[in-house]
């Protein structure tokens, strides 16, 4: 990318008149699209779109682009003219909000404009006044919907201070095609509008100005019109494939200088006008709805079958309004020519058409609609990458059942259209990934009921200012949903159990020793034997009391237990874990599993090597504080992976982002598990730069001291090199 240097101030339009005479003004049927509240139609959509973008100011008038979402329905219409949705940040909306809606594969958008009504916590309700179906024609220049290419090494650079040459800003808009700019007019009116364009859709003049084609489209000019009136905007651009977007901020002129619009012709074709930005504020940052969202993954985006026709809502939305109006078809025609059976079909194909023509008179080459303005323009055959989303199922809570007064468990089934069951092994773990604020927060729990159910149950202890389990015991109801990931770790019972087995837990660490006492005491044929030490604050913070006096009163030849609690007797250490094995008198060929807080396991451990027990027969698990990075850049870094001495590719990893994410998204074969940094399995080398992760994590200081790192929970401070051979 070569900025060009301006020498001469650009003509700039001032007046409605000069913006109507050469957009000209939209037809009566373009504003008789637009409803006032939401009808049932809207609402489909809404629950069906897994993003947005979204558009306000926050309290000192800074104004803000951005997108929003994670899955389909993230946005609750609460009324016809009110809907509710998480925003993340700290800054409150004000004043105006608007919004388009995107249906992954689908041309047409929704767009809806409102006032912000409140915030709770990270939910922001906005008043709806306006509502209507925009065109596809965003979209298609763009290819949004194109399989991703393969991302670039980062090339370009932009001399001076100005906020476009910061770090990783002229590479983002280089690959960008498609953005959201929100602008706002006097009367307390904003508009969030789509702009798309082939391969790069705002070029970069020098380091401090943009430039954006604004081409022939259905001549509403909402954007045009406002920046007359109050010339703040901002912008969040967006590249397919990756999980940053661009954010700028600044102040617009609209021009038609020839010398300008000419530098952004296609075959010739220059568009009619340009908006010419002085950036204030450019930067990259992760997005946890695009991560969330899969855009780009055709597996998880909802059964094409079953998602509105845009196309015919805006005709519904048309005919609705008509009655009555001046310029306008009669409704009875509109809902009549509706009606005939086969007439949205032919609909769709004349539409398609139309955009192909118009498109192609814009400059555009080849251009493929297909059924409902799903595929864009054709580009060259790409390189599928992948969605850095780590394959996660789809889970309901069916009953949040109480333990103790700080324990809960959860009890969740397959949300999927075709339920299976939670297969793994007695001791394993599963990722629960809940949306909390707004943001994904991911922790590791054992599970606590025997494999091969149609429910899964995990047990949560509420950890004091813990996100996550503060979140499951204050705001997790009956029919919420979850995602999962797993089953994950290698503490679990052998396939053959032996003849005896022994469990010491404490607290929270009984959940995996639950599941292998259910599961072996589930076959009644059985013959080994199981001795549970247990240690608990009081009787009534002990986990599963009742259920394990039961089962050892209704099972004496096949599970003893062994409560200690703590408040009377004082720790467990390791003169009471050793008192105790000695009168069990275990035999050589037991098993020994251990879990709970670090000082019982040291004790565990030091005593269990002076009895001379193997190391392969004890078996422990030790807790990590779960996902999540404490530094992190601010900037774009480059991550180069290699294996066996040979290159596998070279990525961008956004801020924000661990490099786990940035190798799966660019469809690399990273390996991984868990994603927490629990269970070891995303340990790679770090050949060159500094990486920071949360601690603390399964590393032990021996590989930390060799250069070990965590893909699942590192992030880059600076350009790094990868070692992903199995070490």
Same mark, same amino acid.
């Given at each position: 990318m070569t900025p060009q240097r301006r020498h001469a101030t650009p003509r700039r339009l001032e007046t409605v008149t000069d913006i109507e005479t050469i957009v000209g003004r939209p037809a009566p049927m373009i504003m008789l699209k637009e409803l006032s509240a939401l009808d049932e139609g809207c609402r489909t959509v809404l629950a069906h779109s897994p993003i947005a973008a979204v558009g306000y100011r926050d309290s000192d008038g800074t104004s803000r682009t951005t997108f929003v979402g994670g899955a389909p329905g993230f946005a609750r219409a609460l009324s016809t003219?009110?809907? $509710?949705?998480?925003?993340?940040?700290?800054?409150?909306?004000?004043?105006?909000?608007?919004?388009?809606?995107?249906?992954?594969?689908?041309?047409?958008?929704?767009?809806?404009?409102?006032?912000?009504?409140?915030?709770?916590?990270?939910?922001?309700?906005?008043d709806i006044t306006q509502a209507w179906v925009h065109c596809a024609q965003a979209v298609l220049r763009s290819g949004l919907w194109n399989p991703p290419t393969t991302p670039s090494v980062p090339t370009h650079r932009i001399e001076g201070d100005g906020p476009l040459a910061g770090p990783g800003i002229a590479d983002f808009l280089a690959a960008a095609p498609f953005l959201a700019l929100s602008s706002w007019d006097a009367a307390g009116g904003s508009d969030t509008s789509p702009r798309?364009?082939?391969?790069?859709?705002?070029?970069?003049?020098?380091?401090?100005? &943009?430039?954006?084609?604004?081409?022939?489209?259905?001549?509403?000019?909402?954007?045009?019109?406002?920046?007359?009136?109050?010339?703040?905007?901002?912008?969040?651009?967006?590249?397919?494939?990756?999980?940053?977007? &661009?954010?700028?901020?600044?102040?617009?002129?609209?021009?038609?200088?020839?010398?300008?619009?000419?530098?952004?012709?296609?075959?010739?074709?220059?568009?009619?006008?340009?908006?010419?930005?002085?950036?204030?504020?450019?930067?990259v940052n992760g997005n946890d709805a695009l991560v969330r969202s899969r855009l780009w993954n055709p597996g998880a985006h909802p059964d094409r079958a079953t998602m509105p026709d845009l196309m015919a809502l805006g005709a519904e939305h048309l005919?609705?309004?008509?009655?009555?109006?001046?310029?306008?078809?009669?409704?009875?025609?509109?809902?009549?020519?509706?009606?005939?059976?086969?007439?949205?079909?032919?609909?769709?194909?004349?539409?398609?058409?139309?955009?192909?023509?118009?498109?192609?008179?814009?400059?555009?080459?080849?251009?493929?609609?297909?059924?409902?303005?799903?595929?864009?323009?054709?580009?060259r055959r790409p390189t599928d990458v992948g969605t850095g989303e780590p394959s996660l199922r789809q889970v309901r809570v069916a009953e949040v059942r109480r333990e103790t007064p700080s324990a809960v468990t959860l009890v969740l089934e397959d949300a999927g259209r075709h339920p299976q069951p939670f297969d793994f092994r007695p001791g394993q773990y599963f990722t629960l990934v809940a949306d909390i604020d707004g943001r994904p927060v991911r922790r590791a729990y054992s599970a606590s009921s025997a494999p091969g159910a149609s429910r899964l149950e995990v047990t949560v202890k509420h950890v004091e200012d813990g996100r996550f389990s503060t979140h499951v015991h204050r705001g997790l109801r009956v029919g919420d949903r979850l995602a999962v990931r797993g089953p994950s770790g290698s503490f679990h019972a052998q396939l053959q159990p032996?003849?005896?087995?022994?469990?010491?837990?404490?607290?929270?660490?009984?959940?995996?020793?639950?599941?292998?006492i259910r599961t072996r005491l589930a076959d009644?044929?059985?013959?080994?034997?199981?001795?549970?030490?247990? $240690?608990?604050?009081?009787?009534?913070?002990?986990?599963?009391?009742d259920e394990l006096d039961r089962l050892a009163a209704d099972l004496p030849d096949r599970l003893s237990v062994t409560h200690v609690l703590t408040r009377q007797a004082g720790r467990l250490d390791a003169d009471g874990v050793r008192h105790w094995l000695t009168q069990r008198s275990p035999t050589p060929d037991t098993h020994y599993y251990v879990c709970g807080p670090d000082?019982?396991?040291?004790?565990?451990?030091?005593?269990?090597?002076?009895?001379?027990?193997?190391?392969?027969?004890?078996?422990?698990?030790r807790y990590t504080s779960g996902a999540g990075t404490g530094n992190t850049t601010t900037v774009p870094q480059e991550m180069r992976v290699e294996k066996d001495g040979r290159p596998l590719g070279t990525v961008t990893v956004e801020p924000g982002q661990t490099l786990l994410e940035a190798g799966l998204a660019a469809g690399l074969a990273m390996p991984?598990?868990?994603?927490?940094?629990?269970?070891?399995?995303?340990?790679?080398?770090?050949?060159?730069?500094?990486?920071?992760?949360?601690?603390?994590?399964?590393?032990?200081?021996?590989?930390?001291?060799?250069?070990?790192v965590l893909t699942c929970v590192g992030c880059p401070m600076s350009k790094v090199t990868l070692d992903i051979t199995d070490p």
């Open positions: 003219t009110r809907i $509710s949705f998480s925003l993340p940040g700290t800054s409150d909306p004000h004043g105006p909000v608007s919004l388009f809606f995107l249906l992954p594969g689908v041309g047409e958008i929704l767009r809806v404009n409102g006032t912000a009504a409140g915030r709770k916590g990270a939910q922001t309700s906005v798309g364009d082939q391969q790069t859709v705002a070029r970069i003049l020098d380091d401090r100005t &943009l430039v954006i084609a604004d081409r022939k489209g259905n001549k509403r000019a909402d954007t045009l019109h406002n920046l007359l009136q109050d010339g703040h905007l901002s912008l969040a651009a967006l590249v397919p494939g990756r999980r940053g977007v &661009l954010h700028v901020r600044g102040r617009a002129a609209i021009t038609d200088d020839p010398a300008l619009v000419e530098t952004m012709a296609l075959r010739g074709m220059s568009p009619h006008l340009a908006l010419l930005i002085d950036v204030e504020h450019a930067e005919a609705a309004n008509a009655a009555g109006a001046d310029g306008g078809p009669p409704a009875f025609l509109l809902k009549a020519v509706g009606a005939i059976p086969g007439m949205n079909r032919l609909l769709r194909w004349g539409i398609d058409r139309a955009y192909r023509s118009g498109l192609r008179k814009e400059g555009y080459g080849d251009i493929q609609p297909g059924a409902g303005a799903h595929r864009g323009i054709r580009r032996p003849d005896d087995t022994v469990l010491i837990a404490a607290g929270s660490g009984v959940t995996p020793m639950m599941s292998m009644r044929h059985g013959r080994d034997k199981i001795a549970l030490l247990y $240690s608990s604050r009081t009787t009534e913070e002990t986990i599963f009391g000082p019982l396991m040291d004790a565990v451990q030091d005593v269990l090597a002076d009895l001379g027990v193997l190391d392969e027969k004890a078996h422990q698990e991984h598990s868990c994603t927490v940094g629990n269970c070891g399995d995303c340990m790679v080398k770090l050949n060159s730069g500094d990486v920071t992760q949360n601690e603390p994590n399964c590393l032990t200081p021996q590989q930390k001291s060799d250069g070990y």
